[in-house]
């Protein structure tokens, strides 16, 4: 198909004249175009664009003849007839000068230079030509048109005369008929008293006519508007015995174009639709076959004011047909009336400020060589004055695309789009930048398939849907230049391979090596012409040519990797003309122009020399009976369909190619093999070959056919797809012929077809099938405007917007299910759906076929006595996707549809439900968005809450944050559209860290006003989160805080502290005021082995390796500690107890400052280390390796020759030292888990939650921490401290039998618990159990030694609880500062 790109070009004719140029007429092979004005012809050859030849009449022979008004060429290009206004037929011989003068040729390369000949070096050079003109020949009527027919010439002249002559000796051999002796009849051939003597002929002349090769007959258009067609009888035009068959009720028409391959009929009319007729077979009679036309649909401002059809113009392929108006504007359509391009609308009609443009006025067009370029002769339009002066005419060159498919149908299965242009090609790339992750769950208005972005994973072609670039080849020059213009271009299997063919030879090119290969011998590239199409087979270009040099067929297959040779090359000798060429698996399939199929076995032959390709002919195939012209057979393919599905009854050597089907003139044919019939075998082949049933009569499957695709492979699982025939109808859409199966292999029913054909529209024309991902590529010219600052309003670049080709896709899957519902087969549509379940956006394909339904019936005018909407919903229940499909649907349709979608799929409130119990939130969520536009407050309210309840549990936070905002809008009656629903968020802690680092930001700013060694309790900032600001008086927060606390406390009697910490983060709970209110009740906690054992589970922290304890105590004695940092270092000062500093809050680039004294009161200091992830680690990666330490550690301040010291007293530590310190750096958690654990001491540490800060601490192995919680056990009430020291009893006993890596930590703390037992019995008997002091973290001053074990401390009976302070607020802020200065131990 052909596509508009990139600006229009401006040929200038170097010569200067006051005429405007109103007709351009091209020659039959097209390398020529006669330029005509009023006294003037000019002869430009197409490629290079030039002219070679003017010619102009004197005054006298102008006046004598009248200016020039029609031109038309002979068939062999040596002769070109002029029409005058005053009758006169000028012809003219097209001379070629015979000296070796040549204004234009190629430079060929030394290593191509071989002996040329003359024709040779004239067939790659621009020639040099002059004309000569003939006696004149008055015709005594001005010409109205003139048409070639073969070796004759017809005239058409205002006086009612067809004139026939001959193009040598035309004023001898003239012959005159009038047109009121054709008889014209509704049917060619009439029966008796058919004819209609009463037409009205007198005074009527033909307007317009052209000759129509594969009708044999010209079709006319009258001066009264009345189309008809006119074919001889017998003898041809010159035995004067016409017949004539008119198209009934119309008489508006202006010009004609015909399609020799379609066999159609193209008349314009003055309604501005172009009328397409087509001659049945039976009768002979006009049958109108469709229109063209601008619909107000696609074209609201211009469909009715285009005003007369003036031009109609076929591509030389008849693929596409060009149309113009009398008030300007261009159209392109396909041959069944698919638009392409059209100039009238959107961006070709607006400037880029919205100004509306002028319409460009054409004057005559023609297609260049193949269709790459559009010659137009452009009107002068409304300048006056303008011709006054002299100027140079100007020509335009309207650039296309057009696809290989088009002139080589060997390409149509394998999925590949391939676009030919002048010079270079357009390939589908193979990369694959992108994968489609299914259409958008929230958020998207779209139901096109435009947006998809996919590999084609499942054919591995490389295929990237919504990738809109190309991967452009630019065509070899050398070879180019000599062989312009391209005609044929093929690609293999695997993409990779590219081959084309020019005018002579051809060429191949690998995508891989980006590398062309050529003929080194010019002389063999230019003996050859490419006659039917190219293939690749195995690695081979299979190609039929014509050798010129001993003038005859043959069919060559040139292999990839050799060199592009003759002598390499295998032949194989033809006896008559091909057609059309096809490959299918190991058989060639070659169409003859006498009608016949030849069908070949092709095979590789290992010889001594080389690889060789054995040709043997299986079967000859006769097609005479049903082919009337051989040139309307525009495609022909082997296939594996047929109407048999499934058949068991072949004998196992039947071949593979079960059919052939045959594009004839827009009529899909297919041959099957008859089975019933016995088998034959060739005459001429081999006795042991393989034996064929015949061919069955032809049978029509479908009209109006473009393109057909079929798969050249098979799939059990797709079998629907890959075994279904595929049709584009042009403006009708596309068809695919369905094979039907029995479901779970059980015989078919006898009533039931086993084939189908469904129709289907699509909003792209067709290129490509991609079967597996049922999916179409096309492509589409799209405009872009240009402001043109600086420019002159007549410059191309202002007129006309920069056209670029972009790929396009469409999923038809959703079509093809439809279809089958609509006529009862939902057991096949379920077939088929669950076949492509695995396609990434099967879920957007039901939600395409729910919407379109819905969008028929809901809005249609008049009542639907079978609605299918209700059966679609029944079909979607088949699938888990159902519940997300509907609300899907219903979120991106109008609200007034809802009602009638619901009416068929259920009530929302149950869908709603069935969502909670599946736990698919997000889409609970758009229920309830549909909810709260269709119910009442209270209904939303309720269904709300049940899903916030819900998504709290699972963790689902975004969600739970939409759902607050959802509330708090109900209650606060704001709630006027529906929110977005949320994305979809995995459960667990994804946005921790980053609320960890904003926290900790804040610490850092506030950490430098702090005095160095003074600590001064920080308060925890408010998480800033999406919350509304509280009010006191809604009930709805009220309600809202209720339910947090209570899932609060829920997670924290499950110890789930790392579902806790995100619950806190994601939510903006205020974590340490409940905490504080809670931590007698739920933040109490009994069971210190069941929450050790839940954090190492919830954090991925392995459980730490076990340790001699006389290894533990040597290296605390040594004054060696391992620290978060995880370096070793040794104190500096070993004879002081001074501070204890604990941060808890994780400085911004991961180090702390946690200490540990030993048994003996000495203090450990630890010199700050700095820790940086690597780049290439992600954030959960685990600190596993001491080598990995050794990486991302470094001493502070850059001291090297401490650290060296310090390494260097390493040496000095024993074995069973060196064993622990490696299981201690192995036995450390992913550093995420790491700082969520400190980031949640942090918070209990705060708000006085010390059973909480002991278990996070044994976790971490710091004794520090524990240590320094038991120390704030002096202000708590007795029975805590007795409820902590039985929790840590069971520790120990839990650790003796199943872990004992933690007995060397439990041994270290038990010092410092029997300090705190020691201090609480002489209180104990002053002063009863009290309540936790108002300000917990308040230090005692008493730290009394005790040399009691920790199995005796913990073996003793119940403790005293010691008294509570109950001094007043000021007495406890005067002790505070003493408490300070007496511990300096700070939080931060």
Excluded at 272 to 291: I, R
Excluded at 529 to 551: D, K, P, R, S
Excluded at 616 to 638: E, F, G, H, K, W
Aim: proline content about 6%.
């Amino acid at each position: 198909m052909y596509f508009l790109t990139g600006w229009p070009r401006k040929l200038l004719c170097p010569l200067r004249r006051d005429e405007e140029s109103f007709r351009i007429q091209p020659s039959f092979q097209r390398f020529y175009f006669a330029v005509l004005s009023g006294t003037h012809l000019d002869i430009w050859f197409s490629w290079p664009s030039a002219l070679i030849v003017s010619y102009s009449e004197s005054v006298e022979s102008a006046a004598r003849f009248g200016p020039y008004q029609q031109a038309e060429w002979k068939m062999d290009d040596t002769m070109i007839a002029l029409g005058t206004a005053n009758g006169y037929l000028l012809m003219f011989d097209v001379v070629n000068d015979k000296e070796d003068k040549f204004p234009y040729g190629p430079q060929h390369p030394k290593w191509r230079l071989h002996v040329l000949t003359a024709g040779q070096k004239e067939k790659q050079s621009v020639p040099t030509v002059s004309l000569k003109m003939k006696k004149p020949l008055n015709l005594e009527a001005p010409i109205n048109s003139l048409q070639c027919v073969h070796e004759e010439l017809l005239a058409c002249t205002a006086d009612g005369y067809l004139h026939v002559l001959r193009w040598h000796g035309a004023s001898s051999t003239r012959r005159a008929i009038s047109l009121c002796s054709v008889h014209f009849a509704l049917e060619l051939r009439p029966t008796q008293g058919a004819l209609s003597p009463s037409l009205g002929l007198e005074g009527v002349h033909i307007r317009d006519m052209e000759h129509c090769l594969t009708l044999d007959g010209i079709a006319v258009v009258l001066s009264d508007g009345r189309l008809g067609f006119i074919r001889p009888t017998s003898g041809g035009f010159a035995a004067n015995q016409l017949q004539g068959v008119w198209a009934p009720d119309v008489k508006d028409g202006m010009c004609v174009a015909v399609s020799d391959k379609y066999r159609l009929m193209a008349f314009g009319c003055a309604s501005g639709s172009v009328l397409l007729y087509s001659l049945d077979g039976a009768t002979g009679s006009m049958q109108l076959s469709h229109k063209l036309e601008l619909t107000p649909k696609r074209h609201p401002d211009v469909w009715n004011k285009t005003g007369p059809v003036k031009l109609v113009r076929w591509s030389p392929d008849c693929s596409v047909v060009m149309v113009t108006w009398e008030r300007g504007g261009l159209s392109l359509w396909s041959v069944f009336g698919a638009q392409l391009v059209c100039t009238l609308s959107q961006d070709f009609a607006y400037r880029l400020d919205g100004t509306k443009k002028e319409p460009l006025k054409i004057n005559s067009m023609a297609w260049g060589p193949e269709g790459y370029h559009l010659w137009v002769l452009a009107s002068s339009g409304s300048e006056q004055g303008a011709c006054d002066r002299p100027r140079q005419p100007e020509i335009l060159q309207f650039q296309f695309l057009r696809s290989a498919s088009t002139a080589n149908g060997c390409t149509n299965d394998l999925g590949q789009v391939v676009l030919q242009g002048q010079d270079r090609l357009y390939l589908m790339p193979d990369v694959q930048p992108h994968r489609y992750t299914g259409p958008q769950r929230q958020g998207s208005s779209s139901f096109c398939a435009e947006g998809l972005s996919s590999t084609s994973a499942s054919q591995g072609s490389g295929t990237v849907l919504g990738y809109r670039h190309w991967h452009v080849v630019q065509i070899h020059s050398t070879y180019l230049e000599a062989n312009w213009p391209i005609r044929f271009a093929a690609i293999d299997p695997s993409g990779q391979q590219v081959a084309v063919a020019g005018r002579r030879g051809l060429a191949h090119y690998s995508l891989v090596a980006r590398k062309w290969k050529l003929f080194g011998n010019i002389a063999q590239e230019l003996a050859m012409v490419v006659t039917a199409g190219l293939a690749w087979w195995n690695n081979h270009i299979v190609v039929t040519c014509y050798n010129l040099a001993e003038q005859r067929e043959e069919l060559r297959f040139y292999p990839q990797k050799s060199n592009l040779d003759n002598a390499h090359a295998s032949t194989t000798k033809l006896h008559s003309e091909t057609l059309l060429l096809h490959v299918s698996r190991s058989t060639v399939l070659r169409f003859r122009a006498d009608c016949f199929i030849n069908l070949y076995s092709i095979s590789v032959t290992q010889d001594r020399v080389r690889p060789s390709v054995s040709v043997d002919l299986l079967q000859v195939v006769s097609l005479s009976r049903y082919i009337p012209q051989p040139a309307t057979v525009l495609s022909i393919m082997l296939t594996s369909i047929c109407t048999t599905t499934g058949s068991t009854m072949k004998p196992p050597q039947v071949c593979l190619a079960e059919s052939i089907l045959l594009n004839m003139a827009g009529q899909l044919i297919m041959l099957q093999r008859d089975d019933s019939r016995p088998q034959v075998q060739e005459k001429e082949t081999v006795p042991d070959q393989k034996k064929l049933f015949p061919f069955c009569p032809p049978v029509v499957l479908a009209q109006c056919v473009e393109n057909v695709w079929t798969a050249g492979r098979s799939n059990k699982q797709k079998r629907h797809l890959l075994e279904a025939l595929w049709i584009s109808c042009g403006a009708a859409g596309m068809k695919v012929w369905l094979p039907l199966f029995p479901r779970d292999c059980r015989k078919a029913h006898s009533f039931l077809s086993r084939r189908i054909m469904l129709p289907f529209h699509i909003s792209i024309f067709p290129l490509a099938v991609l079967f597996e991902d049922a999916l179409v590529l096309g492509a589409t010219s799209e405009a872009v405007l240009y402001d043109g600052q600086g420019l002159p309003p007549d410059s191309l670049e202002v007129i006309f917007p920069f056209c670029t080709v972009e790929r396009t896709s469409q999923i038809y899957l959703h079509h093809i299910l439809q279809q089958l519902l609509v006529r009862n087969l939902g057991e096949q549509a379920v077939l088929l759906a669950q076949s492509c379940t695995g396609l990434p956006y099967f879920s957007h394909v039901l939600e395409l076929m729910v919407h379109v339904v819905l969008e028929e019936e809901a809005t249609s005018r008049e009542p639907i006595p079978d609605p299918l909407l209700p059966t679609v919903a029944k079909f979607i229940t088949e699938f888990p996707l159902f519940l997300q499909t509907i609300a899907h649907c219903a979120r991106k349709t109008e609200y007034a549809l809802w009602n009638y979608l619901f009416a068929a799929v259920g009530n929302p409130k149950d869908l709603f439900e069935e969502c909670l119990m599946a736990k698919d939130l997000d889409t609970a969520a758009s229920y309830l968005v549909i909810l709260q536009n269709m119910e009442v407050p209270e209904i939303s309210r309720k269904h709300a809450t049940l899903l916030f309840s819900t998504a709290l549990e699972q963790g689902k936070w975004d969600l739970c944050r939409q759902m607050i905002r959802f509330l708090k809008a109900i209650g606060s009656g704001e709630l006027e559209a529906p929110p977005p629903t949320p994305a979809t968020q995995e459960a667990g802690l994804t946005g921790g860290m980053e609320f960890f680092r904003r926290r900790h930001s804040n610490a850092s700013h506030s950490a430098d006003s702090v005095p160095p060694g003074v600590v001064t309790p920080q308060k925890t900032p408010r998480i800033p989160s999406d919350r509304p600001s509280k009010d006191c008086g809604s009930t709805e927060t009220v309600y809202i805080t209720v339910i947090l606390e209570r899932r609060a406390r829920r997670l924290l009697e499950d110890a789930r502290l790392k579902d806790l910490g995100c619950f806190s983060t994601h939510l903006g709970f205020e974590l340490i005021g409940w905490l504080r209110r809670e931590r007698s009740r739920a933040a109490r906690l009994d069971d210190f082995v069941r929450a050790i054992k839940r954090l190492h589970q919830d954090f991925l922290w392995p459980f730490p390796s076990s340790v001699e304890d006389s290894v533990w105590a040597s290296l605390l004695n040594d004054g060696y500690c391992i620290g978060q940092s995880s370096q070793l270092q040794k104190p500096e000062s070993e004879n002081s107890l001074q501070n204890i500093q604990v941060d808890t809050v994780p400085p911004a680039v991961g180090h702390s400052n946690y200490s540990s004294p030993d048994s003996l009161g000495e203090e450990l200091h630890l010199q700050d280390a700095f820790l940086s992830a690597f780049p290439h680690k992600k954030d959960g990666a685990s600190i596993g390796s001491a080598t990995d330490l050794t990486e991302v550690s470094s001493v502070a301040d850059g001291d090297w020759a401490s650290a060296d010291e310090d390494f260097a007293s390493t040496a000095s530590l024993t074995h069973g030292q060196l064993e622990h310190i490696s299981k201690d750096l192995t036995s450390r958690g992913p550093l995420r888990s790491q700082l969520q654990l400190r980031y949640l001491l942090h918070m209990f540490m705060e708000a006085g939650c010390f059973e909480w800060c002991i278990v996070i601490g044994l976790v971490l192995q710091e004794a520090a921490v524990v240590k320094q919680a038991l120390s704030f056990l002096d202000s708590v009430p007795a029975e805590r401290v007795q409820g902590i020291r039985s929790s840590l009893l069971a520790v120990d006993a839990w650790a003796s039998s199943d872990c004992l890596g933690y007995k060397p930590l439990l041994n270290h703390i038990w010092d410092r618990l029997q300090k705190v037992d020691v201090m609480e019995e002489p209180a104990s008997a002053e002063a009863p159990p009290s309540s936790s002091p108002s300000n917990p973290m308040e230090l005692p001053n008493s730290r009394t030694e005790d040399s009691l074990g920790p199995i005796a401390l913990l073996s003793t009976g119940p403790a005293v609880p010691p008294a509570a302070t109950e001094d007043s607020s000021e007495q406890q802020q005067a002790a505070l500062p003493l408490e300070e200065e007496a511990n300096t131990c700070s939080l931060s």
